[in-house]
């Protein structure tokens, strides 16, 4: 059985400081690893889809690693701002039986203070 | 481009009640996917809809149906509700079925059983 988990659950950091969040999972047959961002009491933003036979994807401030092999992502936030203040959310999808499902990490919940 | 919109945006209810969500997936997306998320937790897969079946049922009980249209909306019925229902409802689409279809995700709809 699948499962994913995220550390530190929680994070409080001052404004610029880089910054990482840490994914793990227990099966490596994934076809995919998604990161997402949650604000209070709302929906998920997409941030970052890294496919399994990727090893890194980018957007703006934001880079993401996957170690397949390992059961390991990584999402690296430099120069942090308080806008990033928010819950990040780690999903991984199965590859093989029909599972189409995303499993998800209890998230890290990210304070960024000026 | 409208993205993924639900309806209601918040619901309460009575033990026992029946309650109904709705989804519209993004445009060019023919696949749905509902999540429930608890306070704190991370969110877990209830159903997934495509081509107007169920195709693939997570870990819940079958006081939970849903249904899919043939314009790709979506409706989550849940009957009997009980007070550990309550958690806010997502509802996730996609395009083509099994794959590495990236998931958007709508606001949700938050649900609370008293």
């Known amino acids: 059985k699948q499962e994913v988990t995220q550390i530190p659950a929680a994070l409080s950091v001052p404004e610029g400081e880089n910054l990482v969040l840490n994914c793990s999972f227990t099966d490596s047959a994934i076809y995919n690893l998604q990161w997402f961002r949650q604000d209070p009491g709302k929906g998920l933003t997409s941030l970052l889809l890294?496919?399994?036979?990727?090893r890194e994807q980018t957007s703006g401030r934001l880079n993401a690693s996957l170690d397949k092999s390992s059961g390991r992502s990584t999402l690296y936030i430099a120069a942090s701002q308080p806008g990033d203040s928010a819950t990040y959310l780690c999903?991984?999808?199965?590859?093989?039986?029909?599972?189409?499902?995303?499993?998800f990490g209890t998230g890290t919940r990210l304070q960024v203070f000026p | 481009d409208a993205g993924v919109t639900q309806s209601p945006t918040h619901l309460i209810k009575t033990r026992g009640q029946q309650v109904t969500l709705r989804c519209s997936p993004k445009?060019?997306?023919?696949?749905v996917s509902w999540y429930q998320q608890a306070l704190g937790q991370g969110p877990q897969f209830i159903f997934q809809?495509?081509?107007?079946?169920?195709?693939q049922r997570g870990n819940f009980p079958d006081r939970f149906s849903g249904h899919q249209f043939p314009n790709y909306s979506s409706e989550l019925n849940v009957n009997a509700l009980l007070l550990g229902d309550s958690a806010l409802y997502l509802c996730a689409s996609s395009w083509g079925g099994r794959g590495g279809g990236e998931q958007y995700f709508g606001p949700g709809t938050r649900l609370t059983v008293t």
């Open positions: 809809y495509y081509e107007e079946e169920e195709r």
């Open positions: 999903a991984v999808r199965h590859s093989g039986g029909g599972t189409d499902k995303l499993i």
């Open positions: 445009s060019g997306h023919d696949t």
């Open positions: 890294i496919q399994s036979s990727q």
